[in-house]
Every structure is written in C-alpha cells, then in structure tokens.
C-alpha cells in the first residue's frame, strides 16, 4: 500500500504531533491513524471501535474543542464539512463518522484530494449505531480548494 505525502495544508497541530511521535522512536505504520477529539465524545469512542475492529492501528487524542476546530480549519476543511473528531491516516483528513471501507477504498485509490468526511453525526453511521449496517448518508470527498463531491453512499 502506498504512503501518502502529507497534504500543504496539513495543520500545523498534526505536523507537531507527528514530530513528537517520531521523535519518541514510534513511527506510523502504514494503516496507523491519530484520531483528535474531544474527552466526553461516546460516538468518537464508537467510531474508534469501529476502525480497529476493521483492522486499522488507531492513536487517539483528547483536545479542547478550540484546538480540534483550528486542526479542522488549518487541514482544509470548511464548517458545513466538519464533525465531532478528526483523524489522520496516510496523510489524508479523515472528519467524522466515515466507515472503514470508505477509508479503505480511499487509500487504495490515493485520490489527489485532501480527505474525506461524514459531515455532523449521521444517525446510522459508525459509532452512531450498532454493527455494520450504515446508511441515509454520503461520504464527501474534498479537494484541495475545499469543494466536496459525494465519494460513496450509504
């Protein structure tokens, strides 16, 4: 599987929090992704559930809601694409409930894009609900100039 450079609009956050990992001796395997979100969040501990259980290696954060606002603006994204957690993996923005094979397929085709995202909290997406039967909402894809186009359906 091909590793991703990080984007030029990487935040400045997840640069430093890369650089501290490196710098501890613990490099990213290729599937390892740092989740930021808030303490209190049970549907980010959900969706944290969901990824590992589909065999992603996930390091998750707890940040104050102004510092996981900045990391979503300074990643590229816009208010109407966010969502209660953001995660990196392979240099891709990954925001909010986006199930596992959609983050599979994305890494696999290695789009020129920013990222994905789940905008709010779908009701019958991971994390929101129980198992593996997800839908009533689109995956986005966003680009570089943060436009979105629909990427998968559930």
């Known amino acids: 599987m091909q590793t991703r450079p990080f984007r030029n609009r990487l935040t400045a ?85 986006v199930p596992a094979d959609a983050i599979r397929q994305l890494l696999d085709d290695a789009p020129d894009i920013i990222g994905l995202t789940a905008p709010g909290m779908p009701a019958q997406s991971p994390g929101m609900v129980s198992g593996n039967r997800f839908s009533g909402f689109d995956v986005l894809a966003v680009d570089q100039q943060g436009a979105s186009s629909v990427f998968k359906r559930y």
């Not at 997840?14 to 303490?39: P, R, S």
């Not at 559930?49 to 603006?73: C, I, N, P």
């Open 13 to 97: 956050t997840a640069l430093l929090a890369a650089a501290g990992l490196l710098a501890n001796g613990i490099a990213a395997a290729a599937d390892e992704m740092t989740v930021y979100k808030t303490e209190y969040c049970g549907c980010c501990d959900g969706w944290i559930d969901h990824v590992r259980d589909e065999g992603f290696s996930v390091t998750a954060h707890d940040v104050d809601f102004q510092a996981l606002s900045d990391m979503k603006r300074d990643g590229g994204l816009s208010p109407e694409h966010g969502s209660c957690h953001t995660t990196w993996v392979n240099g891709y923005l990954i925001e909010g409930h």
